[in-house]
């Protein structure tokens, strides 16, 4: 990926949060993206919800596979460290180097041809795993880098830049994530910021995997009449279930209890989500409900968006390995090495 | 004449895989092991769960060979299926004993072999009643007659017995009966056999293990603290060994939790991805394969090597190529492993020769993972991982400490020592690192595989590439000096001739070593243990007329590997090959380079 660096100019009056951080802390190198992409709009939001949640930059692992999407690691965190790993494989990797250091916030970027082709099985595993982490999706149903195929998640009967119908299935990442069992699942659009920061902040907080389907569309290539990842044909087919607001746990927390459509969700690290009911009866902690939800709206044409899922009692695969409290990378010759006297024991049994 | 020998003669028992007949044979195994005499062990078996032929031979040996000798003394034929080609396998004046329940043709046997017949199935119809208590108490049964007709102690066998169901009374007392049965009947209408066991204490302090469960325990020891794999045989036996010696091992004693985390992945991709993640993030990391396996991570391989990652893959070779034989051995993943990736790649190797190996580098390869930051290969294979060996016991040094390698510390960064990822510092071409979260402004850096400058920014700038490639280059020539060096053994006579060999075969080539110095053929000879090849290889191949290089592939794996890192001019190196899928024999190295020795000039007694 290109580089290209930011000047190191801040304004002196930008405001800092509670780490002393600006949002200028949180930002990287500047994007090498095609002006308008949604992908920038995503960096953006993480960047906002990063330096709202006051998270140390550098104690945040950001990890991606291959393709614009995973890119866009390069623009955001820019103390933080990256990997950039291989076409479809980034969750094996976020998720060994989630079990080396339980400590770390771990975010995983992909693209809908990076996770729902070659990597489908990594993303599906990764989810079923219950890997603690927040893995984004920016999804924008074509391949860009290799100028403008389908990919898995382009609706059937959508059309391509060149006019070409697609003929296969569209995969529905968030149904799939729904089924493999991630304990957070959301939907969201690039061009609705509003929407997209708080499910964010929300699922960085979140223990477990947490997995938001970001409908980010590609300017290039996907943003014309037939296709259905197009900003005109999102914003007007956009149903958003909920908007939310996120207390992190270190604000004095106060809960607004309106009645009837507000709804507070208290998270693992105490912090609380406050979740506006928008489409009347949508449950968020009923995951069959939620399938069935998506599909009904699905076969209208609608794209549902919002806190689509939440269990905020999840385990993460740490809790279900009983992994000790300190990272593994952290331990010792002392705790790692059982010594002489314990193979000696080992040789007798052995003889 | 009947065949005699005291403390010196192989085994073999052919079986039907699924009949229970693995526990009662290693039993017969263990039990002259017990009474001081060394045993040699191979379970030659099937990719099947029943029904198929299942070997397992056994090699008395007081002398010590660990390695197969080649032909059988005595075959326990319980197997209709192969008897003609298990009688056939019989020395001449070897015996073979078998089921008489039912009268066969004399065509079936051999005049110079003498039959030794029990009615192992009409005994078990008339002392059980449930079919499959007929099945495994017959192979007990067998033990017991055998012992009787070898002179085994029985004493040693009930105490085995008592071992392996320790707690469960009713079945020690079930399995002692029938192993009476057996002897009794021998007792009563059977005279024992010239060849005889014989109380010896020729084991000493040794143990007998796999080596996958040993390098498991290097890998304990080593400080590996995630294993991610996915089953393929023969492998699968080390990540499950690693697990049980985990959960012994490294729970935390205050708190109950794990020291450790293992992942059985979804495919070999995921099982090495989960490793290379592990390994960016500072833990100590690998995963056990065989070639298929391999073959899958090559990508992530490639990456490893590029992006500088430390992992560690222990690949335990079994036949290719594809599915090829998957539970017979070979040594033919040496290239894959060697130059696995696209692009320019190489990655060092550990050869281990037996289980005690298996464990130190099985630890080792840690470290130098850690060290050189890259993939490290451990290269078992089925004959080794799958069998248990005698082996020199485990020795660990409670002063050793882990080597890191290249590590920059907060206090590194905040002195401010100038961190670039991938700066040469020190002239070995190892780059120093940080991981993940060290420092809030200093020390963070981006990882890929795309071609990028010291300081790890993108680049495709090819100067920035070639010096990157170079330095990778000067980080292996570091990694000849750090992987473990050959050893040699002399003949005991100067000669020009010499072998190299590794792994497995060892045992094999330094008895055949023996039988051709006894026959006047002397060899230098000299074990490679490690990749990349230590100098004193090629000054062995440079200081020899002739070299025979033996291995168990088709395309001589090992010898392609020094002729091309080498330049060695071909026509020095011999192959002497063996990929039948059965471990390497003594008397096929012994008669293979007998062969070529007297094609390139008459034998010695010929000129004499």
């Known amino acids: ?22 949002r200028r802390d949180y930002e990287g190198a500047v994007s090498t993206l095609c002006a308008g992409c949604g992908h920038d709009s995503i960096s953006s939001a993480i960047i906002q919800a990063c330096y709202e949640l006051d998270l140390p930059p550098h104690r945040v692992a950001k990890l991606s596979g291959i393709g614009c999407s995973s890119k866009t690691p390069d623009y955001f965190l820019g103390n933080s460290h990256g990997f950039n790993t291989v076409h479809g494989r980034m969750p094996s990797v976020l998720t060994g180097a989630n079990l080396a250091n339980r400590d770390l916030i771990y975010l995983g970027v992909s693209g809908d041809g990076d996770s729902a082709s070659i990597g489908l099985g990594q993303f599906a595993h990764s989810i079923r795993r219950g890997v603690n982490m927040l893995y984004i999706v920016e999804n924008n149903g074509v391949y860009g880098l290799t100028k403008g195929q389908f990919s898995a ?17 569209g995969i529905d990442l968030v149904s799939l994530a729904l089924q493999m069992g991630a304990t957070f699942v959301a939907r969201s659009f690039s061009g609705d910021k509003n929407q997209l920061v ?16 970001c409908i980010s569309p590609c300017v290039q290539f996907n943003n014309h009449a037939g296709s259905t990842k197009s900003y005109d044909y999102v914003r007007e087919h956009n149903e958003a279930v909920n908007r939310m607001d996120l207390v992190p746990a270190r604000t004095p927390i106060t809960i607004d209890y309106a009645p009837g459509e507000t709804v507070p969700v208290a998270q693992h690290d105490g912090s609380i989500l406050h979740l506006h009911k928008l489409a009347e009866h949508y449950d968020p902690s009923d995951r069959v409900g939620a399938l069935a939800y998506l599909q009904a709206r699905q076969a209208l044409g609608e794209i549902v968006t919002g806190l689509l899922f939440l269990d905020p009692e999840a385990r993460d695969l740490h809790e279900n390995l009983g992994t000790v409290d300190v990272p593994l990378n952290s ?14 024991r080992i040789n007798a049994s052995l003889r | 004449m009947p065949l005699e020998a005291l403390n010196d003669f192989v085994v073999k028992f052919a079986n039907v895989n699924g009949s229970g007949s693995a526990s009662a044979n290693s039993m017969f195994a263990k039990a002259i092991l017990r009474m001081g005499v060394p045993v040699a062990a191979r379970n030659i078996f099937p990719s099947n769960i029943q029904g198929l032929p299942t070997w397992f031979e056994v090699r008395v040996t007081e002398a010590g060979h660990l390695g197969r000798r080649g032909g059988v003394d005595l075959m326990v034929a319980m197997n209709p299926q192969t008897w003609d080609r298990d009688v056939a396998e019989i020395e001449p004046g070897g015996y073979l004993f078998y089921d008489s329940t039912k009268p066969l043709p004399p065509s079936k046997f051999r ?12 005994m078990c119809n008339a002392a059980y009643q449930i079919p499959r208590e007929r099945q495994l108490f017959k192979n007990i049964i067998y033990v017991g007659a055998l012992a009787a007709l070898l002179d085994i102690e029985m004493g040693v066998i ?17 399995n002692v009966a029938a192993l009476h049965m057996g002897r009794d009947y021998v007792a009563q209408n059977l005279s024992p056999l010239r060849l005889r066991v014989r109380r010896a204490d020729r084991v000493g302090d040794r143990i007998f293990v796999e080596g996958n469960a040993a390098a498991a325990l290097g890998a304990v020891y080593g400080g590996a603290t995630v294993c991610a794999w996915y089953p393929i045989t023969p492998s699968t036996s080390l990540a499950e060994a690693f697990t049980s010696y985990c959960e012994d091992l490294r729970t935390d004693p205050e708190t109950g939790k794990a020291r450790y985390a293992i992942v059985q992945a979804e495919d070999e991709i995921a099982s090495i991805g989960v490793v290379v993640g592990a390994g960016w993030n500072g833990a100590r990391a690998f995963t056990a394969t065989s070639g298929p396996g391999v073959s899958l991570m090559t990508e992530f391989i490639g990456l490893s090597y590029f992006a500088e990652i430390p992992a560690v893959i222990f690949d335990v070779q079994r036949g290719g190529p594809s599915t090829g034989m998957p539970t017979r051995t070979q040594q033919a993943d040496l290239l894959a492993a060697a130059y696995a990736g696209h692009g ?7 050869l281990p020769a037996d289980p005690g190996e298996c464990f130190e580098m099985g630890a080792q390869a840690f470290d130098l993972a850690d060290r050189l930051q890259t993939t490290v290969f451990v290269m078992l294979d089925l004959d080794i991982g799958m069998n248990e060996w005698l082996t020199q016991p485990f020795e660990w040094d409670d002063a050793r400490a882990l080597d890191r390698g290249k590590v920059m510390t907060y206090d590194d960064l905040e002195a401010g020592r100038d961190f670039g990822r991938y700066l040469e510092v020190d002239g070995d ?31 495709e700038e090819g100067a920035v590439y070639v010096g990157n490639m170079e330095r990778l280059l000067r980080k292996f020539d570091t990694a000849r000096r750090l992987v473990p060096g050959p050893i040699a053994r002399n003949a005991t006579r100067a000669t020009r001739d010499g072998v190299i060999y590794f792994g497995s075969s060892t045992p094999a080539v330094h008895e055949a070593l023996g039988s051709l110095e006894h026959a006047g053929l002397h060899l230098d000879a000299l074990r490679v243990r490690g990749f990349p090849f230590a100098d004193e290889i090629f000054d062995f191949i440079a200081a020899h007329d002739r070299v025979f290089v033996i291995e168990q592939n088709r395309d001589a794996q090992l010898r392609t590997l020094l002729i091309n890192e080498g330049e060695i001019d071909p026509s020095r190196l011999t192959a002497v090959l063996h990929y039948d899928g059965t471990p390497i024999t003594a008397r096929f190295i012994t008669d293979a380079v007998t062969r070529l020795m007297s094609e390139r000039r008459p034998m010695p007694e010929a000129a004499e």
Request: aromatic content about 8%; proline content about 8%.
């Open chain 1, 198 to 213: 708080p499910l964010i902040k929300a699922a960085l907080s979140h223990k477990g995997a947490a997995f938001i389907d």
């Open chain 2, 158 to 174: 009930e105490q085995l017995l008592g071992e392996q169901f320790a707690g469960k009374d009713r079945l020690i007392a079930a």
């Open chain 2, 111 to 122: 005049d110079d072999v003498t039959v030794v017949g029990v009615p192992l199935t009409a």
């Open chain 2, 344 to 350: 320019d790649t190489k990655h060092p190797l550990l």
């Open chain 1, 153 to 169: 998640t382009s609706d059937k009967g959508s059309k391509s830049k060149k006019g070409v119908i697609n003929h296969d299935a």
């Open chain 2, 429 to 459: 071409g190892i780059p120093y690192r940080t991981y993940p979260g060290t420092h809030p402004t200093k020390g963070g850096y981006f990882t890929r595989g795309t071609s990028r400058n010291p300081y790890a920014r993108y680049s």
């Open chain 1, 1 to 22: 990926m290109t580089y290209i660096t930011k000047p190191q100019l801040h304004h002196p009056q930008l405001k800092p949060n509670a780490l002393g951080y600006t």
């Open chain 1, 331 to 344: 331990l010792g010759e002392r705790e790692l090495s059982p010594g002489a006297a314990a193979l000696a």
